[in-house]
């Protein structure tokens, strides 16, 4: 069995049978965000099952995408449940909407993704600056030789569709 990576105190451990996840995060430590896309239907997913979801086929290879995105929806984390996430709260967690599948196969489904959202210097993003529409980019957060976390953070782009922030 690999050891455990650390992480804010965390024992992170992708266990060397777990297929999906293991490829994706040693992926994501070459710092490429990669979706299995379905042979069948050519549609992207996440989480990296085995089948796809739209489709059912068990066909499927690695793809690349740009780790662009829109922020689709979000929460505000006042409480950790994880004691080596308490100094951070609060902090946001974003649901992306990537560039690559937006609106397909439907405006309800499409690849998505979540993340923490941080800063330039890797803490949290401040709550302020976090709504929906704005516009995001994937950041890696190197944790070992075969292991990184993809995050977002904020670009200046212009946001997509109606801007809307938790009433504060
Ligand atoms: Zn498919």
């Excluded at 609106?103 to 803490?123: H, Q, W």
């Excluded at 070992?144 to 504060?168: C, K, M, N, S, Y």
């Amino acid at each position: 069995m690999p050891q455990p990576v650390q992480y804010r105190g965390m024992a992170l451990l992708i266990p060397d049978n777990d297929s999906e996840f293991k490829e994706y995060f040693q992926h994501a430590r070459q710092h490429r965000l990669m979706m299995r896309a379905c042979t069948a239907c050519g549609l992207m997913r996440y989480p990296p099952t085995q089948a796809c979801p739209w489709c059912t086929d068990l066909g499927w290879k690695w793809q690349e995408v740009s780790g662009r995105g829109t922020i689709h929806s979000y929460e505000i984390v006042m409480h950790s449940i994880q004691p080596g996430f308490k100094d951070w709260t609060p902090y946001p967690v974003v649901l992306v909407e990537l560039d690559e599948q937006r609106g397909r196969p439907t405006p309800d489904e499409s690849l998505r993704i979540i993340a923490n959202l941080v800063k330039s210097d890797g803490s949290a993003e401040d709550e302020k600056n976090v709504a929906i529409g704005k516009r995001v980019r994937v950041t890696f957060h190197d944790l070992a030789d075969h292991i990184a976390l993809p995050q977002f953070e904020l670009t200046d782009e212009t946001p997509e569709g109606r801007v809307w922030q938790l009433p504060g």
